[in-house]
């Protein structure tokens, strides 16, 4: 690059125009493509951790398979992976934990998140909206060991022993209506976003016909912003899947196939984080299992998220 | 929308191409307030939290607390390193 005399460019065939300073326009060029390169560089960051991630996550899989069956670990219902002896490595425990939870939690934050996402955008005045959003949102800020205390401590002996004096102390109730609280933000805010898309000249046409507030809000508005909201139960519902600190500490460690929400449960989650605080040793089968599990919920949160994409794409409502 | 709908009631022959107007807007104002309690719900819940944090942790906030290293004793025990184990974390 030193070579300002250089008379003729290679990219700009034809005679030296003079006053144009060719260096300059070599030193912008490199410059160009180096920050191309730089930001390149940074999006492949997150790229290849995922891709790390995946390929640690398969290849210890794997392991784990070379020695237990798929189909037992799919579909047995007993997991004992703890145990000296007598282990057994059948998921639907911690499988049907983890779909409890999410159940619990989706029928909490559904419903409110829905509501709290008509009631800030067709209800309510600029003013209580700028207190309720950021409240709201505050929520989802919270950590979620928080949250875990909270529904060991509060919720389980305070509310559910109460009306339920037979509850176990952790139990998936609790768990569940923590987390459920914990993505009503995510439900609101996404839904929010579906519902002011709405065009403006259809909310004014219903309002024109004599609809009431409540009609054009769930006769117009939500039909219209459908896509949108059920892609934000698919995006809470793949958080619940993956919550893991909530249920760790609130649910319990019980590996057991859940039938009763005041029973303590283990759910993929929980299991991992009793593990790895543990001392399991590296390259037994318990170790392995991990892996097997932990492959089991990406694939889990990875078809909730492929199919919420594929949901939008699907059946948004273009509007002008 | 309040006036529009007491001019309607006064000539009550008028409303046949609105029926159940009355109706409507008694369901239309009962679900105003169930939404207003759907999202004081979360409020609450926030509410609580903050309240049961702040009632339960305020008396042992102090400062030997945060600049005292753990320790086996809990009424010596601080949380010094934990602290700059999650700036560094951050950082």
């Known amino acids: ?320 | 929308m309040t006036s529009a709908s007491v001019t309607l009631h006064d000539h009550d022959d008028n409303l046949a191409v609105t029926p159940g107007l009355r109706k409507r807007q008694i369901v239309a104002g009962l679900w105003r307030w169930i939404f207003v309690l759907a999202t004081t719900l979360a409020v609450i819940a926030l509410g609580l939290l903050g309240w049961y944090i702040v009632s339960r942790g305020y008396d042992w906030l102090s400062w030997d607390l945060l600049t005292n290293m753990a320790s086996r004793r809990p009424e010596r025990s601080g949380l010094n390193v934990a602290i700059y184990g999650t700036l560094w974390i951050i950082s």
């Open chain 1, 1 to 320: 690059m030193s070579s300002a005399a250089e008379p003729r460019q290679p990219n700009h065939p034809g005679p030296a125009v003079a006053g144009v300073d060719y260096a300059l326009l070599r030193r912008q060029k490199f410059v160009e493509r180096l920050a191309g390169l730089v930001l390149m560089a940074c999006a492949a960051v997150s790229i290849f951790t995922t891709l790390g991630i995946v390929i640690i996550l398969l290849s210890e899989a794997l392991r784990f398979f070379q020695t237990d069956s798929i189909v037992g670990f799919l579909t047995g219902t007993r997991w004992t992976a703890l145990f000296e002896f007598d282990q057994s490595f059948g998921v639907l425990p911690l499988v049907s934990a983890t779909l409890m939870v999410t159940l619990i939690a989706m029928l909490v934050a559904m419903p409110a998140g829905v509501m709290s996402a008509i009631y800030l955008s067709e209800y309510a005045s600029e003013r209580s909206r700028s207190f309720l959003k950021p409240t709201l949102e505050l929520l989802a800020g919270i950590p979620t060991i928080i949250y875990g205390y909270f529904a060991l401590s509060f919720i389980t002996p305070e509310i559910i022993q109460r009306i339920f004096p037979g509850a176990s102390i952790f139990n998936v109730l609790s768990a569940g209506l923590a987390v459920g609280v914990m993505i009503i933000p995510l439900v609101a805010s996404l839904s929010e976003d579906a519902i002011r898309a709405v065009p403006r000249a259809m909310r004014e046409g219903a309002y024109a016909m004599g609809a009431t507030k409540f009609e054009v809000s769930t006769r117009v508005i939500v039909p219209a912003a459908l896509s949108g909201i059920v892609a934000s139960f698919i995006l809470a519902m793949s958080r619940a899947v993956g919550e893991t600190m909530i249920v760790a500490l609130a649910a319990g460690s019980l590996a057991q196939v859940a039938r009763d929400p005041l029973d303590s449960a283990q759910t993929m989650t929980g299991y991992i984080v009793q593990v790895v605080s543990g001392d399991v040793v590296r390259g037994t089968n318990v170790y392995y299992s991990l892996y097997a599990v932990g492959l089991l919920l990406f694939v889990m949160t990875l078809s909730l998220n492929i199919f919420s994409h594929w949901f939008v794409r699907k059946f948004r409502e273009v509007y002008e």
